[in-house]
DNA sequence: CTACCACTTAGTAGTAGTTACTATTATCAA
DNA sequence: TTGATAATAGTAACTACTACTAAGTGGTAG
């Protein structure tokens, strides 16, 4: 389709740390993770070649609900949960439900192509840590206010 | 919680523009459309007022991946479909599926809140105008890197 | 009806995240 | 080794949004 990516230093060094980052980072902190290596790399080279490794199948690229975009070094399908209170992304270890597309083009004569599906909730360190230190009490109240929580009423 | 809002000229027609409105209109569509009626309205009031308003459960809050925010007349959980070729976003009448949450819950170790489901595809008008008219013919391929495609691929 | 004052506004400046541009440099096929 | 072309560093610009301030207004108490 295009022509093959030049490995350049900078490119082998952006894809070095997203393959062993599991973390999902953002544009800027892969920037500051390559920085550490190669002092004077440019923002927009990470930027740049970031689009392009998506583009090209070799890293995932992940757009989530209203922040900065987030980099994947895997590829292959999987959700994502977002901490509410630390903010890590993380993998969610759940089987993709494709069938979901049939009842949404149906009800919607939408031609469905792709569904992303993201949670919010606390890892558990952060439940551990609740505990003990101070989280304010709702968190779980503005965060449903942010997502529209898809969750737990059920009028309509 | 707070005391009533004010009712002013400005927030009036704030909401009276997105009650009427389907389409789901991002922050700036607001502003335009507030502003033909109300021409010297501050892009700053239609912030706050979408905000407050949501915050006060008059309207909704969306946050859809990586672009603005998107506000809602109606604020019922639901889903929702945006076209990848005109950028609507529409309600999808289906069946939410708060049983996931435990699921997710019990593989992740998270204590799961909330979830957002989204999908992507051609709206009925897209699609009648693409047998006609001219659209790239790897939209889908496109949008499904966009998207990291929950969808169609499973393999792990 | 009038006066008051906290809330609200218009206008503008500032911010974060991202993209665009340009002159210089580096990659890699021949 | 060389040369076309892709990629880079650095910077400017852009978009979506938030913060600030002086002036104006809605609604209540008198």
């Known amino acids: 389709m295009?022509?093959?990516?030049?490995?350049?230093?900078?490119?082998?060094?952006?894809?070095?740390?997203?393959?062993?980052?599991k973390?999902?980072?953002?544009?800027?902190?892969?920037?500051?993770?390559?920085?550490a290596r190669?002092?004077?790399?440019?923002?927009g080279t990470v930027y740049r070649n970031l689009e392009l490794l998506s583009e090209s199948g070799l890293i995932g690229k992940l757009e989530l609900s209203g922040v900065a975009k987030r980099f994947?070094?895997?590829?292959?399908?999987?959700?994502?949960?977002?901490?509410?209170?630390?903010?890590?992304?993380?993998d969610v270890e759940v089987a993709p439900l494709p069938e979901i597309h049939v009842a949404v083009q149906d009800a919607s004569g939408y031609?469905?192509?792709?569904?992303?599906?993201?949670f919010r909730g606390l890892c558990p360190q952060c439940r551990k840590r609740r505990g003990i230190g101070g989280i304010e009490p709702d968190a779980a109240q503005s965060l449903s206010d942010e997502m529209g929580s898809a969750s737990t009423r059920s009028s309509r």
């Open 23 to 35: 973390s999902h980072p953002s544009a800027d902190e892969v920037y500051r993770l390559v920085r």
């Open 2 to 21: 295009n022509q093959p990516l030049r490995m350049t230093k900078q490119r082998r060094l952006i894809l070095e740390e997203l393959l062993k980052n």
């Open 38 to 43: 190669l002092p004077n790399i440019s923002l």
């Open 72 to 90: 994947d070094g895997t590829v292959e399908e999987h959700y994502h949960v977002r901490c509410v209170q630390c903010g890590q992304v993380r």
């Open 111 to 118: 031609e469905i192509f792709a569904h992303r599906l993201e």
